[in-house]
């Protein structure tokens, strides 16, 4: 898979794309995908996922707060391994969001050459989002490409979408983002230096530089999977603001307890597998009573960990 970040960077003879946000590369963007490589790839041609950088409501309407739910990186990732050839992620901007659709199809056409499009049944681009799918089909008989619609996918009476994960994960409500997605819900970042409290108290942290801009699941403790250097370790992981010991807002940690794991990870990329939610955060009267809990949550998650093994 090749990763551009402008269609500026591409110039392809021809092929099959799609286009759109693709934020968590979800289930439903999972079936467009799968449908697209699978159609495409029986025919000869590359497939190209074409998507954006900022997320458009980030622009059009002034986000501020943590929202996505994938990088660009771990985004084109996953589509790659979705057997997507080429993914473009092209930034989104004011003056893009003002182009028409014709304007827009035009600069398509001049760097992929699309003989085939696949949209999701809700798709819209170009100003005002005049370019749903009635217009993108007109605009094929111009350009030389044909339309493909995919009509919503349903889980348990909801479309799946990247809005009804960031609900579940504001709920700490793991089980239904996972089911959307269709894995577990992953953070990451770079272990780096904390102010050191957890080894003092005997159970040492990884305190997780995570992506500003990425959505957490709702303050609390969790039992995760920690991917270290190509291995998988047991977790607990707090999500939050460390009440025992913060008296001042402040903003959220993300601090794990590697378990059964006694070296030092700074430096050390992480990947953290959201498996369950043990309880809410909480202030404790006294750091004793903050470390007995916290080894009854160590407990806790072993024997979550042992069933998800034996399972």
Not at 21 to 35: A, L, M
Not at 58 to 85: H, I
Not at 253 to 272: F, I, K, P, S, T
Not at 284 to 300: A, C, K, W
Request: charged share 20%; glycine share 8%.
């Amino acid at each position: 898979m090749q990763h551009y970040q402008s269609l500026n960077e591409v110039n392809l003879p021809a092929a099959w794309m799609t286009i759109g946000s693709f934020d968590g590369v979800h289930r439903g963007h999972q079936v467009i995908i799968r449908k697209l490589v699978e159609s495409a790839h029986a025919v000869g041609f590359p497939v190209v996922v074409l998507t954006f950088f900022p997320h458009p409501n980030v622009v059009l309407r002034s986000k501020l707060e943590p929202f996505y739910l994938t990088n660009p990186e771990e985004r084109a990732a996953l589509l790659g391994n979705l057997g997507v050839d080429v993914v473009i992620t092209h930034p989104f901007t004011q003056g893009l969001a003002e182009m028409s659709a014709h304007e827009f199809i035009a600069l398509v056409d001049r760097h992929l050459h699309p003989r085939h499009i696949m949209v999701g049944y809700d798709f819209a681009l170009g100003r005002g989002r005049e370019g749903n799918v009635n217009r993108l089909s007109q605009l094929g008989a111009e350009f030389g490409y044909t339309l493909d619609v995919i009509q919503p996918i349903q889980m348990e009476g909801e479309i799946v979408s990247s809005s009804q994960i960031r609900s579940a994960l504001a709920e700490g409500d793991l089980i239904k983002a996972e089911k959307l997605l269709g894995r577990p819900y992953q953070v990451s970042g770079e272990v780096v230096h904390g102010d050191g409290r957890g080894r003092l108290l005997g159970i040492p942290t990884a305190n997780l530089d995570v992506w500003q801009w990425r959505v957490l699941p709702k303050a609390g403790v969790y039992v995760c999977q920690a991917h270290i250097e190509g291995q998988i370790w047991g977790a607990v992981t707090n999500v939050g603001v460390r009440p025992t010991f913060e008296n001042q807002p402040a903003l959220p940690h993300v601090e794990a307890h590697v378990l059964d794991m006694n070296r030092d990870l700074y430096g050390q990329q992480v990947q953290l597998d959201f498996l369950g939610r043990l309880r809410d955060e909480k202030r404790f009267p006294s750091v004793e009573m903050l470390v007995e809990q916290i080894q009854l949550d160590i407990q806790s998650a072993k024997n979550m960990l042992n069933q998800v093994n034996l399972e």
